[in-house]
């Protein structure tokens, strides 16, 4: 792969949960060694995105090839491959709450590599070291910390040296102290390691520290895609709405309001669930 | 007649929903089979440290408690099956109704609902609060199959220890009934166990280690399709939980009835 082929492209896609239209139309690039955020309020979209990104949905219609590939038309073993050279930290952490610290971390390498127990030992603790959580390795997860946890699952998603680590809201619930440290560790991550690293989140502050470009997600749809400079000097009432934490008033359709209030259904009873592929 | 076709259309769904349960189960074990056997050559070995973890766990750890209702069910038949014959003047006959019933029909039963019990809801709770913490998630997308990695190993587990349990279960079983029997009809262990050797036929003995071979799939086939169908946080976790125990339970003495109702007509 050349150095000017996107980690990440993704090309009209649209996808539905049921009925409902929940991407329309999302274009975007992510280049190597880029910190690419994506932002977005509740409902806007972003999870849906990420989930079609890690290939846990299946797109209406539309491509996502990741580090050079369409994820969608891979076997299931080139799948694999692909999977073995990105790493993902959860929102909740998602570490293995039966298995240690240092289990969790070493478990993609005793899974997908044919190193000695040594090897991977040294290995763990040297990516627990990264993410500062030296000497953890012994912990059970519930023994942790929020921000460890966090630490923990970004431990994990790196051991394998990806070329690409999605991050999924890495300050939701911690304090700003705890989360501007995982803030610096994405930013030392990039450095240290040359990956793309794509960060979806709703929280300004940290968008702002470590993006190199900003996609705002609206509805659905890419509203914006740029610097952070430019997000920031971006004259669409939405994007300032959404910076300026501002509440937008509720569009105005009174006969959707009295169908609502006579209880008359809308179809909008599948769910994320019944699409994902697998277990 | 709104009534009626309101119960019509609750009945339909609620079919709808069994049958797809039911495929959902029927694919959970293909593919959980198709892992065992060809894992090794798409990259994706099950483990052979995982399967020995999975069986003491369903194993070695069930031993106490199996031991202690066997004795329990090994004695009662031989209570009841000497009160039985005493109103024909035949209780000396007891050793025949005590081992075919012990051997073909009341270990594997108590493992199995036991196993159900213990191993069965463990693995549905297990299961279901691995995926509303992601974790399913994460392992789908660090490569690893999460059938090969959560389903192959307790089924193959499963799939060796039911039998050795139920084997157990026997002895125990047809041990603690020979202590009744020789006390209350004056004879010896030595001649209980002679009896014993005599009327047990291996076809017996095989019929219900057969039986219990089944019960272990059963039962890790219902706490995986009630874990992975859990939705809606931990009271989720919990409703699935009793859900797969209930199923596993009633699936395990339904199978029993067609099983003995097609081998021994």
């Not at chain 1, 997908?112 to 090897?119: M, N």
């Amino acid at each position: 792969m050349s150095r000017d082929t996107p980690s990440v492209e993704v090309v009209n896609l649209n996808t539905h949960y049921g009925d409902r239209h929940v991407l329309k139309n999302v274009s975007l690039a992510v280049m190597p060694g880029e910190i690419f955020v994506i932002m977005g309020g509740s409902g806007s979209g972003k999870t849906t995105l990420l989930n079609h990104l890690l290939g846990l949905l299946r797109p209406t219609s539309g491509t996502i090839r990741i580090l050079g590939r369409d994820i969608n038309t891979l076997s299931a073993l080139e799948r694999q491959d692909l999977r073995t050279r990105m790493g993902v930290a959860f929102q909740s952490g998602a570490l293995f709450s039966s298995m240690s610290v240092g289990d969790n971390i070493a478990l993609p390498l005793r899974e997908h590599t044919a190193l000695d127990e040594t090897t991977i030992g040294i290995v763990t603790r040297l990516k627990l070291e990264v993410v500062s959580l030296a000497g953890f390795e012994d912990l059970m997860p519930s023994e942790l910390s929020g921000g460890m946890i966090k630490r923990a699952a970004f431990a994990r998603a790196i051991v394998m040296d990806p070329r690409l680590l999605f991050c999924d809201e890495p300050s939701a619930g911690l304090d700003p102290v705890v989360a501007s440290s995982i803030d610096d560790l994405i930013l030392r991550l990039r450095d240290a390691m040359g990956m793309s690293i794509i960060v979806v989140t709703h929280d300004l502050d940290s968008t702002f520290k470590i993006a190199d470009r900003i996609c705002v997600l609206d509805k659905g749809e890419v509203l914006a895609l740029d610097t952070v400079e430019a997000i920031k000097n971006a004259d669409n009432e939405r994007i300032q709405n959404l910076l300026n934490r501002r509440t937008e008033e509720a569009e105005i359709d009174p006969d959707a309001y009295l169908r609502r209030l006579l209880g008359e259904k809308e179809n909008h009873h599948d769910t994320a669930d019944d699409k994902r592929n697998g277990l | 007649m709104s009534a009626f076709t309101r119960f019509l259309e609750r009945l339909g769904r609620g079919a709808a929903r069994g049958l797809s349960e039911f495929g959902f189960a029927a694919t959970l074990l293909g593919l959980a089979i198709y892992w065992l056997v060809l894992g090794h050559w798409r990259r994706q070995p099950v483990r052979a440290p995982a399967v020995a973890a999975q069986a003491m766990d369903i194993g070695i750890a069930a031993l106490p408690i199996i031991t202690v209702l066997s004795t329990t069910i090994g004695l009662m038949l031989a209570i009841q099956g000497i009160y039985t014959l005493r109103t024909f003047g035949a209780e000396s006959r007891v050793t025949l109704g005590v081992v075919l019933s012990v051997v073909r029909e009341f270990a594997p039963l108590i493992t199995g609902i036991l196993v159900a019990g213990r191993s069965g809801s463990a693995l549905a709770a297990r299961l279901g609060t691995m995926r509303i913490n992601q974790e399913i998630d994460a392992l789908t997308v660090m490569g690893i199959n999460p059938i090969r990695f959560l389903v192959a190993p307790p089924l193959l587990a499963m799939m060796i220890l039911m039998p050795l349990l139920t084997l157990w279960a026997d002895l125990v079983g047809l041990f603690a009934a020979g202590l009744y029997i020789s006390l209350e009809l004056q004879g010896t262990i030595a001649g209980y166990a002679d009896e014993v050797l005599s009327l047990l036929k291996l076809n017996d003995l095989l019929h219900g280690l057969a039986k219990s071979a089944i019960f272990g799939v059963l039962v890790t086939i219902v706490g995986v399709v009630n874990g992975a169908s859990v939705s809606g946080g931990a009271e989720g976790v919990g409703r699935m939980t009793t859900r797969s125990v209930v199923h596993a339970i009633s699936a395990i003495v339904i199978t029993d009835m067609i099983f003995v109702f097609l081998v021994t007509r």
